[in-house]
Nanobody
């Protein structure tokens, strides 16, 4: 079994900052990617930021968060972070941790999701 546990959401004023954390635990053989998606009511889930492991690693961000959000990973702890600065009302959403990883009991890579953590930005 593999679990993703998020923390760090909450209520913040516009212009403020929050840091999200997500730890993957369980029967993990290797991690291909970890990242964050978000979903607002009535909208589709969208990619916020993702960090991949292959080829020396890379990061990608949604245009709407470039320059404000920073994704980082602690590979030894299978943990991903999202530092969110200069938050605005449009960033209000449920944020979901994502991991593409290979469990110890399979040769395949699977997608895993956290339970979500709410970020609310007051204007």
């Amino acid at each position: 079994q593999v679990q993703l546990v998020e923390s760090g959401g909450g209520l913040v004023q516009a212009g403020g900052s929050l840091r999200l954390s997500c730890a993957a635990s369980g029967s993990i053989f290797s991690v291909n990617a970890m990242g964050w998606y978000r979903q607002s009511p009535g909208k589709q889930r969208e990619l916020v930021a993702i960090s991949t492991s292959g080829g020396g690693g890379s990061t990608n961000y949604a245009d709407s968060v470039k320059g404000r959000f920073t994704i980082s990973r602690d590979n030894a702890k299978n943990t991903v972070y999202l530092q969110m600065n200069s938050l605005n009302y449009e960033d209000t959403a449920a944020y979901y941790c994502y991991a593409a990883l290979r469990p110890t009991y399979s040769r395949d890579v699977y997608d895993y999701w956290g339970q979500g953590t709410q970020v609310t930005v007051s204007s």
